[in-house]
Each structure stands twice: as structure tokens, then as C-alpha cells.
Nanobody
């Protein structure tokens, strides 16, 4: 079964922290770069951060220095530690591979940051 399940979102305050998790099927997680994306209302889905199997990471300029992506190969899970949250981080967060093409998108996890 091919699945992506995001969790950990919620309501945060500006300057606060949240930690997102994404559990992936082994087929997805195996040798792919895993990526966090986000989509704010009225906007297109955008790249947030990625991590490859060797641990190399890449970040969007808007989150660099505030967010940290990591992966746990044993649990087939990718994390996004979000610190120094800003209201503009408000979005639905998704994980997937470094596509296109993409696997079927999960339901995402809503992050809302209040000022």
C-alpha cells in the first residue's frame, strides 16, 4: 500500500514551535528524497524543505534557519521541526517525494500561526 500520512499540525503562536511528522510507506521512503510542501489559501503548493537518503537537506529561503527537516529510516518517517513561527507559515503542509511525478497526496496537516 502506498500512503503518506501527515500529522502534528495545529494552532501555534508567532515565535513558537511545532513539529510535523510524515509516515510513508516503505515503497515511497526507500531511496527517494522526501520533501515537505505547503499550500496556503489561494496559493499554489510550494516547496518547503527536502532531505535525501544521505541526510543532505535543502530549504526554501523563507524557512531557512527556522525549520529543520529530518528523517528516521527505521520508522519510515520524515519530520519538520518548525521554530520561530510566523503568521505567513499558515498553510496545509504535505509531504511527498521530490517530483514530479508525485505519489498520491495525503490529507496534509493544517498549521495556523496567530500573531
Amino acid at each position: 500500500q502506498v500512503r503518506l500520512v501527515e500529522s502534528g499540525g495545529g494552532l501555534g503562536q508567532a515565535g513558537g514551535s511545532l513539529r510535523l511528522s510524515c509516515a510513508a510507506s516503505p515503497l515511497i521512503f526507500g531511496r527517494n528524497a522526501m520533501v515537505w510542501y505547503r499550500q496556503a489559501p489561494g496559493n499554489q503548493r510550494e516547496f518547503v524543505a527536502s532531505i535525501v537518503a544521505d541526510g543532505s537537506t535543502r530549504y526554501a529561503d523563507s524557512v531557512k534557519g527556522r525549520f529543520t527537516i529530518s528523517r528516521d529510516d527505521a520508522w519510515k518517517t520524515v519530520y519538520l521541526q518548525m521554530n520561530s513561527l510566523k503568521p505567513e507559515d499558515t498553510a496545509v503542509y504535505y509531504c511527498n517525494i521530490d517530483g514530479p511525478p508525485f505519489y498520491s497526496w495525503g490529507q496534509g496537516t493544517q498549521v495556523t500561526v496567530s500573531s
